[in-house]
């Protein structure tokens, strides 16, 4: 969508919601010349201010970038709606296969645990990159999220079919355990070199977690906070993530906007200016 005409539809929205440019500015973490640079075409926004956005103004990311879907995406599920990408089966194969050759063989990496740094991986991915790894849907339940049953288990099946994985039962601590174990390569050339750094880094801070303590720490998260039981983790929900699962720091983030909106409208000095700042100087 043409930038401008991306502005003009923002503009629309915000003065159907009643919304002065300050209060959506608020809502986005960015300053009111900001809301209308980008109200007037002039302003590029990014990923995370799209997903700010379709939240504060109760509508879908689609609704706002890709509004000839509209009608057609009203018979879909509205966690379709909700997101601008797919399942990637090809990418969670090699995710998944990735994992499990670098920490597959610690003993405390059940299916629990994969479930949950899958989830970290592609929100993270989300709030970071704009997109997730592998766009796999999550579920909020009990012991944290899991992924979508349709998703994961077709994807899983195939991988077993295709003798590029194995399940098996075991005993961990007195308690049953599912573990999979890789019988294939992962093909690391389907991950940009942001997403190989991020995967790397999900699981070198998680891969030691017990099932019960990884469980605990995704429940303090704000998407699986605020998503109903057993209802899908909506990916917009980043936007509300605080420390210490925010990868991003919107307070800086809205600095650096604010003083780039200030710097476009500031004049070349003038000499007497010039002349002040050096009387100022011991």
């Not at 990408?85 to 299916?111: D, H, M, P, W």
């Not at 174990?181 to 977690?209: Q, T, Y």
């Not at 998260?221 to 899908?232: I, K, N, R, S, T």
Request: aromatic share 10%.
């Amino acid at each position: 969508m043409p930038q401008k005409a991306l502005g003009e539809r923002i503009q629309k929205l915000r003065q159907e919601h009643g919304y002065s440019q300050e209060q959506l500015a608020a809502h986005l973490g960015v300053s009111r010349q900001a809301i209308g640079q980008i109200e007037k075409g002039e302003r590029s926004i990014d990923a995370l201010e799209v997903v700010a956005l379709a939240k504060a103004l109760e509508v879908s990311i689609d609704w706002i970038v890709q509004p000839e879907k509209k009608v057609q995406n009203e018979t879909v599920p509205q966690m379709e709606r909700n997101l601008h990408f797919s399942f990637n089966k090809e990418k969670f194969r090699q995710t998944l296969l990735y994992i499990l050759s670098v920490c597959g063989g610690k003993a405390n990496i059940g299916e629990t645990v994969l479930y949950k740094l899958l989830y970290f991986i592609d929100f993270n991915a989300f709030e970071i990159l704009g997109k997730p790894v592998t766009g796999m849907q999550y579920v909020k339940m009990q012991f944290g999220p899991v992924p979508r049953r349709g998703q994961y288990r077709d994807a899983v099946k195939e991988m077993v079919e295709k003798n590029e994985l194995k399940i098996f039962m075991q005993e961990y601590y007195g308690m049953p355990q599912k573990r999979y174990v890789a019988l294939a390569d992962p093909d690391i050339k389907v991950f940009s070199i942001e997403e190989k750094e991020l995967i790397d880094r999900e699981i070198r801070v998680l891969s030691d977690f017990t099932a019960t303590k990884i469980a605990e720490y995704a429940h303090g998260d704000a998407p699986w906070v605020l998503a109903e039981d057993g209802e899908p983790i909506q990916y917009a929900d980043v936007v509300e993530r605080t420390a210490p699962y925010a990868q991003v720091d919107r307070w800086a983030k809205w600095q650096e906007a604010g003083a780039a909106d200030v710097a476009k409208h500031l004049k070349p000095l003038t000499k007497e200016e010039r002349d002040y700042y050096e009387s100022l100087r011991p």
